[in-house]
């Protein structure tokens, strides 16, 4: 079975982390203030609890409420989102995705031409 801690977030989890990632460090109620549409506090809480285990939140007591605050960075996750995506997806080929973007029309050419550009320059600025 693979490692949960390493797996992408499911759409709740995701919903969640954006809150944290917005908000900061937050409490049970905080965050189910933020959620549209609106959760249960038990359900929040449990998520919660789902991400402290797998090792995308830490809490820490505050008073009688924890106080939930994210381990991983947004950058991170979506990273391993994307990267989860290619893997069972398109069996591991960045290539593969592009193709079914230009394919599906979700980019055209030209875009991916000036996003390459873009990231040309970008990777020839950091040497």
Do not use: H
């Not at 693979?2 to 989890?13: P, Q, V």
């Not at 947004?74 to 994307?82: C, F, L, M, S």
Request: charge should be positive; glycine fraction near 8%.
């Amino acid at each position: 079975m693979k490692n949960r801690k390493n797996s992408a977030l499911t759409a709740l989890e995701l919903r969640i982390m954006r809150v944290i990632w917005s908000r900061g460090a937050s409490t049970v109620n905080a965050v189910q203030a933020e959620l549209k549409p609106p959760l249960a506090y038990t359900t929040v809480q449990t998520m919660l609890n789902i991400l402290e285990r797998k090792g995308r939140l830490k809490r820490e007591l505050s008073g009688r409420a924890y106080v939930y605050s994210a381990r991983v960075s947004e950058a991170r996750a979506v990273g391993q989102g994307v990267r989860e995506l290619i893997d069972r997806m398109f069996g591991g080929s960045s290539e593969e995705l592009v193709m079914s973007l230009l394919k599906s029309r979700q980019i055209d050419a030209k875009k991916l031409a000036e996003l390459s550009r873009r990231f040309g320059g970008e990777a020839e600025d950091k040497s």
